[in-house]
């Protein structure tokens, strides 16, 4: 069974503290992907990886960034986080045919 | 600009009904269909897919079917359960160094509610 992994379900975080959301995949995958997905909006593509220390911007990279320094980990980094980031974020990797989501990362920005 | 369109925001069926799910893109270049299920607080769990070459897909409960003419997608479930209830996502891809699955484009998502 593929897995992928979330560092924590829920976090709640001050404005201004730099955040890190921690994401591992345990099938070799070279894809992984950051999202985040709020009511009425979807799912939006933050950024990805296409292979280790390789990144590139989705649809809403600003105020983050991204770390992928060994396959299977890909992290990603608010700066400086913000109430309008209090959001689900989500993690992926993708195999030929499928795209596997992790648990979720419930953010409150206070 | 989306690219991909659920423009139901909310579909509510009986149970031992059919329940289906509209998607509509705009990429002619899109060649793989996929359709997520959502619970509240959970990831993403992959349900079907399909392939530009095919028009149909079936997986027990679930079908999908493709009209490249009308880009159109619809995902059929019958008979709905109230199990079913959930956010629907359709998402789309082109395929990335001709095989790998590359990024996906969500549509906004269908809210299913199967009543008893």
């Known amino acids: 069974d593929v897995k992928v992994t979330q560092s924590s379900r829920y976090l709640v975080k001050r404005t201004g503290e730099k955040v890190f959301l921690e994401c591992v995949q345990d099938?070799?995958?070279?894809?992984m992907f950051w999202y985040r997905q709020d009511p009425g909006l979807g799912l939006r593509l933050i950024y990805f990886s296409y292979d280790v220390k390789m990144k590139e911007k989705g649809d809403i990279p600003e105020g983050y960034s991204v770390s992928r320094e060994k396959k299977e980990r890909f992290s990603l980094i608010l700066e400086s986080a913000s109430t309008n980031q209090t959001s689900m974020y989500l993690c992926a990797s993708t195999e030929t045919d499928t795209q596997y989501f992790g648990p979720g990362t419930r953010l409150t920005v206070l | 600009d989306q690219q991909v369109k659920q423009n139901s925001p909310s579909l509510s069926v009986q149970e031992g009904r059919i329940s289906i799910l509209n998607c509509d893109y705009t990429?002619?270049?899109?060649?793989?269909f996929l359709w997520y299920k959502k619970y509240p607080a959970e990831g993403p769990t992959f349900l079907i897919s399909?392939?530009?070459?095919?028009d149909k897909n079936e997986d027990g409960r679930f079908t999908v079917f493709l009209n490249k003419s009308a880009k159109h997608l619809s995902l059929h479930i019958v008979p709905s359960q109230p199990g079913d209830s959930a956010v629907y996502f359709c998402a789309a891809s082109a395929r990335f160094r001709g095989s790998t699955l590359g990024r996906l484009y969500f549509g906004r998502g269908t809210q299913l509610t199967v009543w008893p």
């Open positions: 990429n002619s270049m899109f060649d793989y």
């Open positions: 099938m070799d995958h070279e894809n």
């Open positions: 399909i392939s530009s070459i095919k």
